[in-house]
């Protein structure tokens, strides 16, 4: 097996020893990858893998069974699967627990499954159960996360409206962009969401103290708006600190509008956790991609060997939507 990992702050394409499979686990040929901020931490040195897990960078891939272990049970050579990974994306090959993997809807390429498990996990995982009417707002709305929190958000709401039909809800999915380029593609992708590139308009369209689930990918100073948007019994999702680790906060606001904060991040999870949520993703989410309900959203597909201009690229966060990796 060969893949890239990350030596002092280099991609460096390196041989790694393939150890023999054991009772549950599958070989896969991975055939796409995809890009993640954590990627570019790993790079520069600041998000070490977690203990036992590859130095290859990589948090999801797609490709084809090759081999499978003694005691394998639901899948098959040849059968093709994405997964979650804790790292060994940027590679060639890579070896996990059958019961981590997920088998491909038909419809779906290896590029579009490979930009699936980690951005609809995050989705999967913190979008709440949402009231009918609700407001949701997504902060960094065109990351590869942002857009899957869109859809999904979208996708829960529009279920509730359909059961409190005929009266129907006046539920917003909003979205927070860098730049009105992103607003642009992003609106044309969802024309029921409402996108925008300034809080000032997000103000306008839906008011202070209205949005009843807000998604910060961004972190920094962005949490002290966030308290002020988030309406009676909001709840405020901290998910990423693009904008850095620390903000100020207003514990009295917190404490007078009832607000419940959380943090959640996937990579660190242990391995029954991560099956347990594969489990529950293909019983909740595998069947809106199904019907297509649910897709995902490519922005560009580099080849494995430019990984590094893709990590670049997603650096300066000029995607809307994944950034793929394609194994030669």
Same mark, same amino acid.
């Given at each position: 097996?060969?893949?890239?990992?990350?030596?002092?702050?280099?991609?460096?394409?390196?041989?790694?020893?393939?150890?023999?499979?054991?009772?549950?686990?599958?070989?896969?040929?991975?055939?796409?990858?995809?890009?993640?901020?954590?990627?570019?931490?790993?790079?520069?040195?600041?998000?070490?893998?977690?203990?036992?897990?590859?130095?290859?960078?990589?948090?999801?891939?797609?490709?084809?069974?090759?081999?499978?272990?003694?005691?394998?049970?639901?899948?098959?050579?040849?059968?093709?699967?994405?997964?979650?990974?804790?790292?060994?994306?940027?590679?060639?090959?890579?070896?996990?627990?059958?019961?981590?993997?997920?088998?491909?809807?038909?419809?779906?390429?290896?590029?579009?499954?490979?930009?699936?498990?980690?951005?609809?996990?995050?989705?999967?995982?913190?979008?709440?159960?949402?009231?009918?009417?609700?407001?949701?707002?997504? *902060?960094?709305?065109?990351?590869?996360?942002?857009?899957?929190?869109?859809?999904?958000?979208?996708?829960?709401?529009?279920?509730?409206?359909?059961?409190?039909?005929?009266?129907?809800?006046?539920?917003?999915?909003?979205?927070?962009?860098?730049?009105?380029?992103?607003?642009?593609?992003?609106?044309?992708?969802?024309?029921?969401?409402?996108?925008?590139?300034?809080?000032?308009?997000?103000?306008?369209?839906?008011?202070?103290?209205?949005?009843?689930?807000?998604?910060?990918?961004?972190?920094?100073?962005?949490?002290?708006?966030?308290?002020?948007?988030?309406?009676?019994?909001?709840?405020?999702?901290?998910?990423?600190?693009?904008?850095?680790?620390?903000?100020?906060?207003?514990?009295?606001?917190?404490?007078?509008?009832?607000?419940?904060?959380?943090?959640?991040?996937?990579?660190?999870?242990?391995?029954?956790?991560?099956?347990?949520?594969?489990?529950?993703?293909?019983?909740?989410?595998?069947?809106?991609?199904?019907?297509?309900?649910?897709?995902?959203?490519?922005?560009?597909?580099?080849?494995?060997?430019?990984? *590094?201009?893709?990590?670049?690229?997603?650096?300066?966060?000029?995607?809307?939507?994944?950034?793929?990796?394609?194994?030669?």
């Amino acid at each position: 097996m060969h893949g890239f990992a990350a030596i002092k702050g280099n991609l460096v394409w390196e041989q790694c020893p393939s150890s023999p499979l054991l009772e549950r686990e599958v070989r896969v040929r991975i055939r796409a990858s995809a890009v993640n901020r954590a990627d570019i931490l790993q790079l520069e040195g600041l998000y070490a893998p977690p203990p036992g897990e590859s130095e290859i960078l990589g948090l999801e891939m797609s490709g084809e069974i090759i081999d499978t272990g003694s005691a394998v049970q639901t899948l098959a050579k040849g059968d093709r699967v994405c997964a979650l990974l804790g790292s060994g994306g940027y590679a060639n090959h890579c070896t996990l627990d059958e019961r981590r993997c997920i088998k491909i809807p038909t419809h779906l390429s290896f590029v579009e499954a490979a930009a699936i498990p980690e951005s609809f996990f995050t989705a999967m995982v913190n979008v709440p159960q949402l009231k009918a009417g609700s407001t949701v707002l997504v *902060r960094a709305a065109a990351s590869g996360v942002g857009v899957a929190l869109l859809q999904y958000s979208r996708a829960k709401l529009s279920a509730l409206s359909e059961e409190a039909s005929p009266s129907p809800s006046k539920s917003k999915v909003v979205g927070l962009v860098s730049s009105h380029d992103k607003v642009i593609k992003l609106q044309a992708l969802f024309p029921d969401c409402k996108i925008f590139d300034s809080e000032e308009a997000i103000i306008e369209a839906v008011g202070l103290h209205s949005v009843d689930t807000i998604f910060n990918l961004v972190g920094g100073k962005t949490f002290v708006s966030d308290v002020r948007f988030a309406a009676f019994g909001g709840h405020i999702i901290l998910l990423a600190t693009l904008a850095g680790r620390t903000s100020e906060l207003d514990i009295g606001q917190v404490l007078k509008k009832n607000l419940t904060i959380t943090g959640s991040t996937l990579r660190t999870r242990s391995q029954e956790e991560k099956i347990a949520l594969t489990e529950r993703f293909k019983n909740e989410v595998l069947p809106l991609f199904e019907n297509k309900s649910l897709h995902p959203v490519i922005d560009r597909i580099f080849a494995l060997p430019d990984a *590094r201009q893709a990590i670049r690229y997603v650096e300066q966060r000029k995607n809307v939507g994944k950034v793929v990796l394609r194994v030669p």
